[in-house]
């Protein structure tokens, strides 16, 4: 069993910058890809990044450029977000998987464990 519990979200301006956190807490928590996905109202839970148990990286196109995903041990992952804008406004969950699918088809049906999710809302 692996506890995911984020925190960072909160209200900011258009042009802002925003870093959300995520402690991954369970004794096998290390053997995970751990990433971050995001859902506005009315939307499919969508992904944004991730980043493999060797550091590699994967940021989707919608966000590349301008958020920037990093871990510091195997267990903390953050989500550096800059230039936000009020289409970054969603609920973002940090996520973990088995690596079981490239990470270029990673979606929300691949994984295993969910944190309850931080709201960030960005007004122009």
């Known amino acids: 069993q692996v506890q995911l519990v984020e925190s960072g979200g909160g209200l900011v301006q258009a042009g802002a910058s925003l870093r959300l956190s995520c402690a991954a807490a369970g004794r096998t928590a290390s053997n995970y890809r751990m990433g971050w996905f995001r859902q506005a109202p009315g939307k499919e839970r969508d992904f944004v990044a991730a980043?493999?148990?060797?550091?590699?990286t994967y940021v989707a196109d919608s966000v590349k450029g301008r958020f920037t995903i990093s871990r510091d041990n195997a267990k903390k992952v953050y989500l550096q977000m800059n230039s936000l804008t009020t289409e970054d406004t969603a609920v973002y969950y940090c996520?973990?998987?088995?690596?079981?699918?490239?990470?270029?088809?990673?979606?929300?049906?691949?994984?295993?464990?969910w944190g309850q999710g931080t709201q960030v809302t960005v007004s122009s």
């Open positions: 980043i493999g148990r060797a550091g590699d």
């Open positions: 996520a973990a998987d088995r690596d079981r699918v490239p990470v270029w088809s990673l979606s929300w049906k691949n994984i295993d464990y």
